[in-house]
């Protein structure tokens, strides 16, 4: 399979980006296979496109090409811009307290290569769920909030990611990470919320679901934010649910849904689908 | 086609209750052709059942039957029941304002004989769509709300509405209805609500919707309460939309999903599908 | 609202195209304001474009772009490709025989403005429907298949329709056309068929859905071909059904799905969203 | 937990069934819990009914039970019946080539105690799963078909299966089982097809969908008759796929319908609640 290139692009609207970025890499070799492009506005809005090319004819190197892009492009239109490259998956970390059906799903995922990514490590505050990661080849490490607290688990936390970590999947922590730990991945963890936001916010969604009798469930993948539970919301889903769910129904439901959810999110993240402006998301699938 | 009756129970949950129902309609010549019964909880839980039977060889009269039941089952298991007819339609009133696509949803189902009513009326604050239901037949009356505000409005149209009308349906009529005026019609007034209730409360859901980004759109209809946006929920849907949708493309698609989400609880409550229980609904489908 | 301009380009894939495309149209004044491309293969494969642009700067007549666009873009790729513009809306036709929830579903989104045409007409087999079609301002014409046979009655609608129709949506029409009528409009003629193609063609697809107890129904609007039942597909969807449906409820279930699929692919093709290829269709949502 | 039981009845219609079957239990000491009926026709029908009970107040055993119920009301109203227990899971063995979603997903629910059985045993005619059923600590048979064909490998199975063997899930496993194999297992061999059915039935049904262009691709699950991919159907769903996605996409998508599908199928049928008439099911949910 021969690489391909993605390029991810955020700009305030005018005419001719669209033209500039494709007559660039067209000079350089690149082929387009998929271009997908939206404007908030035909006047005076912002400008998204994310691209894919097939890169076996470049004339030039990755390096070469992402300076010159910068130079000749990227700075004219003052763009926001990323490439990022098939053969060079992006390394993922994922945590997880005790629920492991998210967990589970992703490390399968993983397994089948449908999720194309590095899972570099699982970071539980729990034991459980060893056995179970490393069955799938993955390290995984316990770090159990003990009496230093929080910042003594993050810190420890921040040692093993090290600093070429791209991308981190809350799939179900249950432990709050703070704004100084998440602030060098903005945009890059994934949180799944057991809810369609923004209902039920907070604690025991499904039970506060059962109380108020909803006909669906729903669950939500978004990036996370120092607010809590109100991230740019990257994917959701609904499942029928009726009088005769109780509470245990509905989190057996929503289970399914919050696995399939934030598997679409992550790997739509790894695919570079995903770009953020805001609190909102812009997804090109 | 021959009429089938429907009896509707809730009780306090105790053995004995489908045996004693089901032998005393069997005992009279009915011949049950549709039993769902649901228990929250197998021990000191309260029982529901919906029955549907075929009554071509009844041994009395319905009144005599109702008479019987009371005395010989429902007073027996202190029970909250009641008997319907496919042959005694109920008698329905829509109330709009004016965006007509649920009124019109309803109206042309009713003409398609899809909802298994009389359509006594449609009340309006607004004379705009009088052409379009007199088109099908449905008288038409106009209440302004004017000078004299929602209580001389309000009067005028608890006059309209009689003593017999058994279900008020509330199609995008955008006034607050008070609760003196709802009082007469517990669990008989649906309305149907833009959002996926409890997101979105209040005001303009598409546009909060729109701010927040969400990947789903939904619409509920319930029984209206005196607190607004809040009594039991009958049915609920949602729908898929991208950051390509407008505000004016999140109303449409919110559109299409209120009259179908409306159509369907008005249907279900029609058929005395709809039993209500503190602030939830059991829906036999 | 001021005008676009829709581009819809098929021809062989090769490195420049999107290139070549937007910075001819960016020279001329364009601004592009959505554009969605993709190809059926990276090396050799097909290039399907759609792209959207604003016109208000344009330096040139649409006809000049036309022809200059042909000459210096056109040729040199191979291209297939047309230009329509949202201020010169299509004209269409409905045919319908006695069913009438697709017509009346597209005859009220024309009402609402959401079908961006123009309605020339209603053509039926039958009288019925006359009054319901008239009521919305549009012309209805009664053709009905007599002694003459269905060449007569072909003769008479392809008068009524003219030289200038651009789509012909069977909207349930009974009769099936002859090679001969449909010749004029290739790709350009839209069916709803009544059941999840290519499962249950034929006659009677609600009928064949209960007797294989099937779970789910469907329904299929596609392109009408010579060949019945089997013209590229636009759009399909399903609902669940469950053992408690008689041939009757199938038919009230899939009357709901036929005209929102039916509605969907129709305003689809207005919006110049569906490109045809082989038997297939490549839909820019 | 107490232990629930579960009666299903089918037998031709007439009145006083359900009066006759629950006075019967309730003079026993039972308490219903959830009773679901449904009758094909008001006149002549055949019934059909699914009821749970409670059973810590019954008094007498469980034989005596079933000894007289079926003197006193089965063979009163020749009803077709069987009950079963919460607390005597089925014995279940599952059936796999080399694909394996749809087994993991059913291993992993029966991990989560999601479904209601033993796992006696895993047979393949391929020892590559080996490893990940054992994981689960699940016998793994592998049952080559070498060079003695069909007949000696499922003499084989047949002997790994005993005479206990409730239920087998073929989980997609790829060789056709002879009706002599089958025989024993009438209504309780379920197996899940990669289509919509009656669509695409036969080989390389994703091929077939990618060649057609179908608009959404299907799963089915269905018990095994000895005319291929034609038992009765037991669930089916449905996902949404675009122009975009290749037999590979499509297969993936298709996974996880089958996955899903299956293990809700399986689930129901371990819990009772499907039915077999002639080519059909009833599902009681």
């Given at each position: 399979m021969v690489a391909t290139a993605r390029l991810c692009i955020t700009c305030p609207d005018r005419p001719g980006i669209v033209s500039a970025v494709t007559t660039f890499l067209y000079t350089h070799?690149?082929?387009?296979?998929?271009?997908?492009?939206?404007?908030?506005?035909?006047?005076?809005?912002?400008?998204?496109?994310?691209?894919?090319?097939?890169?076996?004819?470049?004339?030039?190197s990755r390096s070469a090409l992402e300076a010159a892009f910068g130079e000749v492009v990227g700075g004219r239109f003052?763009?926001?811009?990323?490439?990022?490259?098939?053969?060079?998956?992006?390394?993922?970390?994922?945590?997880?307290?005790?629920?492991?059906?998210?967990?589970?799903?992703?490390?399968?995922?993983?397994a089948r290569k449908e999720l194309p990514c590095d899972i570099a490590m699982v970071v539980s505050n729990?034991?459980?769920?060893?056995?179970?990661?490393?069955?799938?080849?993955?390290?995984?490490?316990?770090?159990?909030?003990?009496?230093?607290g929080m910042a003594e688990a993050e810190a420890k936390m921040a040692e093993l990611l090290g600093d070429n970590t791209d991308l981190i999947v809350l799939a179900?922590?249950?432990?709050?990470?703070?704004?100084?730990?998440?602030?060098?991945?903005?945009?890059?963890?994934?949180?799944?919320h057991h809810s369609f936001l923004p209902a039920f916010v907070g604690?025991?969604?499904?039970?506060?679901?059962?109380?108020?009798?909803?006909?669906?469930?729903?669950?939500?993948?978004?990036?996370?934010?120092?607010?809590?539970?109100?991230?740019?919301?990257?994917?959701?889903?609904?499942?029928?649910?009726?009088?005769?769910f109780s509470v245990a129904d509905l989190k057996a439901t929503g289970s399914d849904l919050e696995r399939n959810v934030l598997a679409r999110a992550v790997k739509w993240h790894l695919e570079d689908r995903v770009i953020v402006f805001g609190n909102k998301t812009v997804v090109f699938r």
């Amino acid at each position: 399979m021969v690489a391909t290139a993605r390029l991810c692009i955020t700009c305030p609207d005018r005419p001719g980006i669209v033209s500039a970025v494709t007559t660039f890499l067209y000079t350089h070799g690149a082929n387009i296979i998929d271009l997908d492009q939206h404007s908030t506005d035909p006047e005076g809005g912002t400008f998204f496109l994310r691209l894919e090319f097939y890169t076996p004819y470049m004339d030039v190197s990755r390096s070469a090409l992402e300076a010159a892009f910068g130079e000749v492009v990227g700075g004219r239109f003052s763009m926001d811009w990323r490439l990022s490259y098939s053969d060079e998956p992006k390394r993922a970390a994922l945590f997880v307290s005790r629920h492991d059906h998210c967990l589970m799903e992703l490390l399968w995922r993983f397994a089948r290569k449908e999720l194309p990514c590095d899972i570099a490590m699982v970071v539980s505050n729990h034991e459980d769920l060893r056995a179970s990661v490393e069955g799938f080849g993955v390290p995984f490490h316990a770090v159990p909030v003990g009496d230093g607290g929080m910042a003594e688990a993050e810190a420890k936390m921040a040692e093993l990611l090290g600093d070429n970590t791209d991308l981190i999947v809350l799939a179900r922590y249950m432990r709050i990470l703070s704004g100084d730990f998440l602030r060098p991945y903005e945009h890059r963890v994934i949180n799944i919320h057991h809810s369609f936001l923004p209902a039920f916010v907070g604690a025991d969604p499904y039970r506060q679901a059962h109380e108020k009798g909803v006909k669906l469930i729903g669950a939500t993948a978004h990036y996370v934010t120092a607010e809590l539970d109100a991230g740019p919301i990257i994917e959701q889903d609904t499942a029928r649910v009726t009088h005769r769910f109780s509470v245990a129904d509905l989190k057996a439901t929503g289970s399914d849904l919050e696995r399939n959810v934030l598997a679409r999110a992550v790997k739509w993240h790894l695919e570079d689908r995903v770009i953020v402006f805001g609190n909102k998301t812009v997804v090109f699938r």
